[in-house]
């Protein structure tokens, strides 16, 4: 059973980056899924950030296009996340996830634990 | 963007209980359309996809139902593991967008 772990700083100052990376274990993140990341402010419900496939292919949420950047690597089987010109809105638990097949149709299968980040100087 | 409402926000109900919550979009999804479970201080838990079809793992008190713009989730007998936020989520155009939950509580 694939198993997602998010990594990264949990203080990010004003107008810094935010950077993320999802270990995936017991599945390769080679295979044809794509690979996600959905963030969820404190007391609030869920956005959507980007999804990413193995080839790189990525797609954004157009509201934080602009900021967003992913990335795959296939050597250390992990994903990333970059998320620049940060500011208080940012501040939220950032969940990495597998989509369960080669379209969302399936949901979103496998979760991380979530790792908040608060943007504060 | 697709807008996702559901309703009622927040529910009371009783272990034993058969409950509804239900999803609108915007737009017709077709059948693009998820639920999840989430217990506070832990990740969603998908419970149904493409409307009606059950997760592997997820007792079957669960169900789905709808197409187009209007769809339900159904828990039938409740248990008190149940007890959560319960949101759906369009997975039929990009962004992906979810609804604002509904939170069920212990009557």
């Known amino acids: 059973q694939v198993q997602l772990q998010e990594s990264g700083p949990g203080l990010v100052k004003p107008s810094g980056t935010l950077s993320l990376t999802c270990a995936v274990s017991?599945?390769?993140?080679?295979?044809?899924?794509?690979w996600t990341w959905v963030r969820q402010a404190p007391g609030k419900g869920l956005e959507w950030i980007g999804e990413?496939?193995?080839?790189?292919?990525?797609e954004y949420n157009p509201s934080l296009k602009s900021r967003v950047t992913m990335s795959v690597d296939k050597s250390k089987n992990e994903f990333s996340l970059t998320l620049t010109s940060v500011t208080a809105a940012d501040t939220a638990v950032y969940y990495c996830?597998?989509?369960?097949?080669?379209?969302?149709?399936?949901?979103?299968?496998?979760w991380g634990q979530g790792t908040l980040v608060t943007v504060s100087s | 963007d697709i807008q996702m409402t559901q309703s009622p926000s927040s529910l009371s109900a009783s272990v034993g209980d058969r409950v509804t919550i239900d999803c609108r979009a915007s737009?017709?999804?077709?059948?693009?359309l998820n639920w999840y479970q989430q217990k506070p201080g832990k990740a969603p838990n998908l419970l149904i996809y493409?409307?009606?079809s059950l997760q592997s793992g997820v007792p079957s008190r669960f169900s789905g139902s709808g197409s187009g713009t209007e769809f339900t989730l159904t828990i039938t007998s409740l248990q008190p593991e149940d007890f959560a936020t319960y949101y759906c989520q369009q997975s039929y155009g990009i962004p992906y967008t979810f609804g604002r939950g509904t939170t069920l509580e212990i009557k």
């Open positions: 017991g599945g390769s993140v080679s295979r044809s899924n794509w």
């Open positions: 990413i496939y193995h080839s790189g292919t990525t």
């Open positions: 493409a409307a009606s």
């Open positions: 737009q017709s999804i077709s059948s693009h």
């Open positions: 996830a597998r989509i369960g097949g080669i379209t969302a149709t399936t949901g979103f299968d496998s």
